[in-house]
């Protein structure tokens, strides 16, 4: 069967038709690069994987990197360090089995407080609520390409700074002391608009919003400016909302892509595992 790729929306996102992702040729993963390269979000649906096609799949990308520091540490499924459960479910003691639990994780994009965050990350859905829990991606390169010019030009050639504190679901990583103050805060300064190294594009990095700052500004200055960019990035023409089934699998590009998952019933459950493609290096400014 041959591969098909279907948009999504117009900024972001394609799915990928005719692939099985435990038995795929050079070329098939040749097409399926290309269309992550290219569009930022690839869904393949109705796929069956266990932890090992996970990986395998995966590792076709890269080297990975070890999941992040979340509430609870770092949960993985026993034998299976590399891979990252997000999950509500709890286990026998009454602890969560994974990480953010079922509230909001806002608007993020992963790992960005670490030097050299992953390229990309991927989560396959084991199980899922009956309503709820969809996630949400933002197209970065068609934000940063309507970016109107005052905003463009308040942000110049400037860097962010990431924050390492918090995670998407607003708890604190483990072993951090709280902070809402950026300049105390852990974290990686970026560059706020990148080049992205495989398909050249601009792309805006903005990382989260909580404990951002803008670099060489006043506080209220930063702070005006990205509420002003947050503003413009979110509107809804250059979003994707992705409605979960059994056997997707989703892989997003960090560089060029936010994401946000709404929350669902915590009665209900939801199992995702999630990979994660390391870094072919720290991010690039776009005018360098
Ligand atoms: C993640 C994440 C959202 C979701 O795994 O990085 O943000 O929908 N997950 O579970
Ligand atoms: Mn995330």
């Given amino acids: 069967m041959a591969v098909t790729v279907r948009p999504l929306t117009e900024a972001v996102g394609v799915e990928i038709l005719g692939v099985d992702l435990t038995a795929m040729s050079e070329a098939e993963f040749a097409a399926v690069e290309r269309a992550w390269h290219e569009h930022s979000v690839i869904l393949l649906r109705g796929q069956r994987l266990g932890d090992d096609d996970l990986l395998a799949f995966s590792r076709r990308f890269g080297e990975l990197d070890p999941p992040p520091n979340q509430e609870r540490g770092r949960i993985s499924p026993p034998g299976y360090p ?8 709890l286990d026998g003691n009454g602890d969560p089995i994974g990480a953010l639990g079922a509230g909001e994780a806002v608007w993020h994009t992963d790992m960005s ?22 996630t949400w991606f933002c197209g970065m390169q068609a934000a940063c390409d309507a970016l ?3 905003l463009r030009r308040r942000l110049g050639n400037r860097r962010v700074k990431h924050d390492g504190t918090y995670n998407s679901g607003g708890y604190l990583r483990k072993g951090v002391t709280p ?9 990686a ?10 398909n050249g594009r601009p792309t805006l990095y903005l990382g989260r919003r909580r404990n951002s700052y803008i670099e060489g500004l006043s506080r209220a200055d930063s702070d ?7 503003a413009h990035c979110t509107q809804p023409q250059f979003l994707y909302e992705h409605v979960w ?14 994401h946000r998952r709404d929350p669902f019933d915590g009665e209900a459950r939801r199992i995702m595992h999630r ?8 991010p690039i400014a776009y005018a360098a």
């Fill in 224 to 230: 005006a400016l990205l509420e002003a960019l947050w």
């Fill in 179 to 187: 902070t809402d103050d950026p300049f105390a805060a852990p974290g």
């Fill in 82 to 89: 590399e891979v990252y459960v997000v999950s509500n479910v």
């Fill in 148 to 150: 109107p010019a005052d």
């Fill in 275 to 282: 990979t994660q493609i390391k870094g072919s290096g720290a």
């Fill in 113 to 134: 407080y670490l030097d050299a965050p992953p390229d990309a990350s991927m989560l396959y859905a084991l199980e899922i609520p009956p309503s709820g829990g969809n």
């Fill in 245 to 258: 089934r059994l056997g997707d699998l989703v892989m997003w590009d960090n560089r060029s892509t936010m």
């Fill in 189 to 198: 300064w970026h560059p706020a608009i990148l080049r992205h190294p495989a």
